[in-house]
């Protein structure tokens, strides 16, 4: 297979160099925001205007954000509103929405977070493995496992900003770093509907791959700083899940969505099982039937980072595999150790999958 060099992050041809590059995509990306917070200003009606208290908690809407002015922005000020952006996306576990805090007297961005709010069904609401500890407690263990690897400084995980639970009508909302340059998912889709399709540059695929492998690393041991830590999967690896933010040399990745994440504290082995997205899960969450089951470790979440991989090199979105669900290798999928690259030879993989590096396209396949 031949080498196929890749042009710039940005795939534009611009003879800017990268860094440049980021400058420019960050300051547009800020015009924008500032652009629509302008628009809900003039076209809301006051009462949908949420103003900024001087205290630790502030509701947006129905919302609660839960951290202090002064650690975020530095700065108090009467005349901050919180606005609603817009709605990001929405998956099986709740819907995500971008809030930006904006200055009317200076006329500009303060801080920004995304909410995802997660409606709790009755399953989950008396499920034990839902809950961190104590079940009593009521602590969402989504919540409390990424605010202790936000806290701990695991490289490669997106800021955890903090979460409300409203037990009354069993909403749970939590409050992550806004990610302005989107998703890998995003990003293959936008390379590939360029004319001609694009190569995603290999050097970001090996960032992609270096970065997480050292969050699956942290995540097993603390960082090798936290005394006592108890390894901790994140079970639910796909490109949507690997959030971009601005970086040296065009972007930096991020794991984001602990929705599926747990520590390895369980003594029923049944209890790591779960399956968050088929066909991107390791053996070991899909085969239910095996007895005794496969066993669990970050090995789960390595595999899981394999799917990441294949996506950018098979120019595969998450969102082309539901068209597999009739094809036969599906109906398997939970009793027969299929990997993904299995089915990603259906889901429309495209013709230049086959030029990146030997060493590349081995290490993913």
């Given at each position: 297979m031949g080498r196929v060099e890749s042009g710039p992050l940005d795939a534009s041809g611009s003879s800017e160099s990268q860094q440049e590059q980021v400058r420019n995509?960050?300051?547009?990306?800020?015009?924008?925001?500032?652009?629509?917070?302008?628009?809900?200003?003039?076209?809301?009606?006051?009462?949908?205007?949420?103003?900024?208290?001087?205290?630790?908690?502030?509701?947006?809407?129905?919302?609660?954000?839960?951290?202090?002015?002064?650690?975020?922005?530095?700065?108090?000020?009467?005349?901050?509103?919180?606005?609603?952006?817009?709605?990001?996306?929405?998956?099986?576990?709740?819907?995500?929405?971008?809030?930006?805090?904006?200055?009317?007297?200076?006329?500009?961005?303060?801080?920004?977070?995304?909410?995802?709010?997660?409606?709790?069904?009755?399953?989950?609401?008396?499920?034990?493995?839902?809950?961190?500890?104590?079940?009593?407690?009521?602590?969402?263990?989504?919540?409390?496992?990424?605010?202790?690897?936000?806290?701990?400084?695991i490289h490669g995980v997106i800021e955890f900003r903090g979460y409300a639970l409203d037990k009354e009508k069993r909403i749970n909302k939590i409050h992550i770093r806004y990610a302005s340059e989107g998703t890998l998912d995003t990003l293959i889709r936008k390379f590939r509907e360029r004319k001609p399709p694009v190569l995603i540059?290999?050097?970001?695929?090996?960032?992609?791959?270096?970065?997480?492998?050292?969050?699956?690393?942290?995540?097993?041991?603390?960082g090798g700083k936290e005394e006592g830590w108890v390894k901790i999967l994140h079970r639910d690896f796909?490109?949507?899940?690997?959030?971009?933010?601005?970086?040296?040399?065009?972007?930096?990745?991020?794991?984001?969505?602990?929705?599926?994440?747990?520590e390895m504290t369980w003594d029923n082995p049944q209890d790591y099982m779960g399956i968050w997205s088929r066909l991107m899960a390791a053996p070991e969450q899909r085969l239910l039937t095996l007895d005794p089951?496969?066993?669990?470790?970050?090995?789960?979440?390595?595999y899981g980072l394999g799917a990441v991989l294949y996506g950018p090199v098979n120019g595969t979105t998450y969102y082309d595999y539901p068209n597999l669900v009739h094809h036969p290798l599906y109906a398997q999928v939970n009793i027969k150790?299929?990997?993904?690259?299995?089915?990603?030879?259906?889901?429309?993989?495209?013709?230049?999958?086959?030029?990146?590096?030997?060493?590349?396209?081995?290490f993913v396949v």
């Open positions: 995509r960050a300051r547009e990306k800020l015009q924008e925001m500032i652009n629509d917070v302008k628009y809900a200003l003039a076209t809301r009606p006051e009462k949908d205007r949420v103003k900024y208290p001087l205290s630790s908690t502030t509701k947006v809407g129905n919302i609660e954000l839960t951290f202090h002015d002064d650690q975020t922005t530095g700065t108090r000020s009467h005349n901050a509103a919180w606005i609603l952006r817009k709605k990001l996306g929405q998956g099986g576990f709740g819907k995500c929405y971008h809030w930006i805090k904006y200055d009317t007297d200076t006329n500009s961005i303060l801080d920004t977070v995304v909410c995802k709010i997660i409606d709790i069904s009755e399953d989950e609401w008396n499920n034990r493995l839902y809950w961190y500890g104590d079940t009593n407690n009521r602590e969402p263990i989504e919540a409390i496992l990424h605010r202790r690897l936000t806290t701990a400084k540059p290999e050097p970001l695929i090996w960032k992609v791959a270096d970065r997480l492998l050292s969050t699956i690393e942290g995540m097993a041991d603390g796909k490109t949507p899940n690997v959030a971009l933010i601005p970086g040296r040399g065009g972007f930096s990745p991020l794991l984001l969505d602990f929705g599926g994440a747990l089951p496969l066993e669990f470790g970050s090995h789960t979440d390595v150790p299929y990997a993904l690259w299995e089915f990603g030879k259906h889901a429309g993989p495209m013709p230049w999958h086959i030029s990146y590096s030997q060493e590349l396209y081995a």
